[in-house]
């Protein structure tokens, strides 16, 4: 019946024409997204270089303490559950905020070593001593966010119930004690 009326009133090279017209105009707008997801996707690699670059050998550590960071407020709203089951209370959102403000001051720790070792790099510069400092601070602190954030994960995690491997949580700690170590070594000992 449709086939009747579509030869009644079009020739075939009508609705051809049309389908193909259709199938075009399908894929210029198809073009046209992908063509903008392309640009999404430069800008994205482009920022993603520079900062990478930029960040040098801090780039992993700090990327893996992010990623850490994720996991571990992932993890802890779980555990969240099984802290409490005789009081049946559901999570509280302000103790969430404060997970979210302590992994925002993490990262601003990480900052402040790199302050610190910009202007210990840039005195360097300036006296002219020729000397190549690398982020030593930076690394330092964000390592031992990282090992700090490992224990968390791995506390949330048996919270949860997950079978922990008895040697993975003491050998982050001792990690973590090693970091503190050497840097007390480097910094002369405890605080005045």
Request: charged share 20%; glycine share 8%.
């Amino acid at each position: 019946m449709t086939r009747y009326i579509l030869e009644q009133y079009l020739t075939l090279d009508q609705i051809t024409n049309g389908l193909w017209n259709l199938m075009h105009k399908q894929d210029r707008k198809e073009g046209k997204q992908m063509n903008e997801l392309g640009k999404v996707r430069t800008i994205f690699i482009m920022v993603g270089t520079a900062v990478w670059a930029k960040l040098g050998v801090l780039a992993i550590p700090w990327l893996l303490l992010l990623l850490l960071n994720i996991m571990d407020y992932i993890t802890g709203i779980q555990a969240a559950k099984y802290r409490n089951l005789e009081d049946d209370k559901p999570v509280k959102s302000y103790i969430s905020v404060r997970g979210i403000q302590k992994k925002v001051c993490m990262h601003g720790l990480v900052i402040i070593g790199c302050l610190v070792d910009w202007l210990i790099k840039s005195s360097i510069i300036n006296a002219g001593w020729g000397i190549q400092y690398p982020p030593v601070f930076a690394i330092a602190i964000a390592l031992w966010l990282t090992f700090n954030e490992i224990i968390s994960i791995l506390e949330n995690m048996e919270d949860i119930g997950t079978p922990i491997p008895p040697f993975l949580k003491p050998i982050m700690k001792m990690m973590r004690t090693k970091v503190n170590d050497h840097m007390e070594q480097l910094g002369g000992g405890q605080d005045e």
